[in-house]
């Protein structure tokens, strides 16, 4: 038997969380406690996998608890770029906690970086976009290069986007201003004056920049060569996220909203701490 919803690992076993504990399980949205859920009531030889992002697999009624670990992971890893590690093996946690924010790397070294194709895939120099920052002063997304990025597409005509913002102030406040983090959020198909101003009656803070695109029908932005690119090879849905090392390589993405920002501080600052040599 198996659920899915979408790289092997096997870490030494943490006991801070118990195994019916559904809601210790980082990343899992409403949809993987479900299913985890349905992991602890399947038969003997399973394994339940996990990916950062939320991408999660389970197999049951295998051969052997190592024969499940296997089918689980491969099943996980068709469905994620992300690393996919075992979280619990039979009636036993066996999540590498320690190991967890550091699923990221390896990061790539300077030359690395340099040879790295530019497109939006794991791997990939991202696109360096022409913005303005929040003093409306033009730049350009290589300028925060030697800091790592969180590069979000939304808008305040998204139901999701609106959702998710209290959790991305809420990752603001406690990186702070020294972290070697920056927020880059921008708005699509809406101008920058209507973000600003729905952000300010949300009484949010974040560091919101501005795309460039002025209205509804506006489905272009400016890369820095003045080329347009087309929203959409940027961001399939809103909102989509992106987290840049510092060297502007593509190190996580995510698709939708995210539940639980937080559970992401980790990942930034082992980023911060590594990425960019």
Known sequence: MTACLAAAFCGMPALAAGLNEAEAVPHLDTHGKKGYREFLAAGEHRAFI?????????????????????????????????????????????????????????????????????????????????????????????????????????????????????ELQK??????????????????????????QWAQQQHLTLPLHDSGIKDVGSEFLTLSSGKPILDRELAVVFPTTYVLDKHGIVVFSHVGPIAGWSQYLPFLRDAAAKSGK
């Open 50 to 166: 996990i990916a950062p992002g939320g991408t999660w697999a389970w197999k049951s009624d295998e051969v052997t608890a190592d024969s499940a670990t296997d089918e689980a992971l491969q099943e996980c890893q068709q469905q994620t770029g992300q690393p996919c590690v075992p979280y619990a093996v039979d009636d036993r946690v066996v999540f590498d906690a320690k190991r967890w924010p550091t699923l990221w790397g390896p990061y790539q070294g300077r030359a690395e970086a340099g040879k790295a194709k530019t497109g939006k895939e794991l791997g990939d120099r991202f696109f360096d976009l022409a913005i303005k920052g929040p003093a409306d002063k033009s730049m350009k997304l290589s300028d925060l290069r030697g800091k790592v990025t969180v590069l979000h597409f939304w808008g305040t005509w998204c139901p999701p986007c609106r959702r998710e913002m209290p």
């Open 171 to 196: 990752l603001h406040q406690e990186l702070g201003a020294s972290s070697g983090v920056q927020l880059v959020l921008l708005q699509m198909r809406e101008n920058f004056a209507t973000a600003h």
